[in-house]
């Protein structure tokens, strides 16, 4: 049941919790879940925290990621995820939506908001998709003073630096730079795009005792590995970002095209989840009982079969 209609709202914030599930054993698992919806969902398959990627945000809203939404739009989605799952979540806060300031005004309305976590990092704007080409770099001490501004506002929001460097400054050039994001209060370092199993063991190598998050999305420069292989190479957290809404949108478009082609939905009905299953899903007559002036709503059973003239 969702904690809104429970007795039962999480005691610690949201970045207490995010850090408690980082201390359990095995490697925590954040699918992409960045609408209300999603994060039930998510929360009913079993997993106990969600990320939510500004790709998708911008997406959703018909826009390219490239540095365009807001911290307001952002905010919106983190209130919904959080409302209606109520699980920490780990939140792309791009490049921080300007300089130190801008950073500190990020994190506190993201913790305000009820983020448990987020990653900066370090690109310039207009930012790109980090597995894209030609992305700009900031000076690593212009980003490290965007690192210490978070670490100065959040009151428990956990901090993740991101870096790009290994495109094109290499091994090296990303390291050192994890390393100065680290001495500025980042909790954690995440290597963004790297292309083999051999860059992500000697990243992690060369990063002992430090909390490491992979990427784990589809179309881009880094094979497909699993959580557990992941966990083997020595890193603490796994997203898949956009995966959700990649298969959301692929079956939008066929649905479209159906009902373009065939004049209705009735080819599709087998693909749609049930008016029962939506109602499950968002605890639709528990919301009903704590209202007495509702009479509980009867689902219908199927649909009526069409009489033929």
Known sequence: MPYVIADDLPDAPAGVRF???????????????????????????GFDALYMSGAAMSATMGLPDLGMITVDDVCWYI??????????????????YGEALNVMHMVRAFEESGAGAVHLEDQLLPKKCGHL??????????????????????????????TDAAASEGMD??????????????????????????????????????????????????P???DREFEEMGYAMVIWPVSHMRVANKAMEELYAAINRDGG?????????????????????????????????????????????
């Open 224 to 226: 497909f590995f699993t």
């Open 19 to 45: 850090r408690e599930l980082l201390e359990r054993p095995g490697i925590l698992r954040l699918p992409g879940a960045h609408t209300g919806i999603a994060a039930l969902l998510a929360k009913q398959a």
């Open 173 to 222: 050039g990303a390291v050192a730079r994890a390393k100065m994001y680290l001495e500025a209060g980042a909790d954690a370092i995440f290597p963004e795009a790297l292309t083999t199993a051999e860059m992500f063991r000697e990243f992690a190598a060369r990063m002992p005792g430090v909390k490491l998050l992979a990427n784990m999305t589809e179309f881009g420069r880094t």
């Open 79 to 96: 209130r919904q995820v959080s409302r209606a799952a109520g699980l920490p979540m780990l939140v792309d806060g791009d490049t921080g």
């Open 133 to 162: 080409n030609d992305k700009k770099l900031a000076d690593a001490r212009d980003m490290a003073a965007k690192v210490a501004a978070a670490r100065k506002a959040r009151r428990n929001l956990y901090i993740i630096a991101r």
């Open 265 to 309: 939905t009735h080819g599709m009905v087998e693909r749609m989840q049930t008016r029962s299953q939506l109602y499950e899903a968002i605890r639709y007559h528990d919301y009903e009982a704590l209202d007495s002036t509702l009479i509980k709503t009867v689902v219908p059973q199927g649909m009526p079969q069409r009489e033929e003239a």
